[in-house]
């Protein structure tokens, strides 16, 4: 179910906040596969391991814990540290978000193919296609913002229900 106007604008400003405070602690935040995902409800001001998509669930996680209303998983595994670019990808696809469209913060922009999804950014600041602001973290550098087609691979843009 979806959240009122203005539970997605709440939870889209700790979504965003979270990610700032991420991007500026970058030299702390490294970049692991593994799994369970154990870095989720941690600060990001904290030192911790994860990739692109834990650091997509870590960022709902942090907005679930400060909002007196639920906020759900965007990769459908309750935070229970389970989740990837295929579960965010299956969970999200009946709601896709139009290249020609405007993409709001929490909004995930996923790349590889439909069988084997690659890669995820999330939105962090509002915008078409040009000027909207994602965050990365595909990698030890990051995460560090992004333009949604930095990559050759883009496959869909997918919105979470909650924020749909």
Known sequence: ???SPTERKVARTLIRRYSER????KADIHYSQARLLTHLGKSPSSEFWTDCSGFVIGAYKWADMFTKFRVHDP???????IGNTS?????????????DRQFFIGDMGL?????LTKHVVMCISNGDIDD???VSHGQESGPYTVKLEYRSD????VRAEDLA
């Open 154 to 157: 883009l496959l869909v843009v």
């Open 1 to 3: 179910m979806s959240l």
């Open 75 to 81: 990769g459908g595994w309750n935070f229970t540290g």
């Open 111 to 115: 790349y590889g193919s439909w069988s």
């Open 22 to 25: 991420a991007i500026a602690n």
């Open 132 to 134: 909207s602001i994602w």
């Open 87 to 99: 579960t965010l990808l299956s969970t999200n696809k009946k709601r896709r978000v139009p290249f």
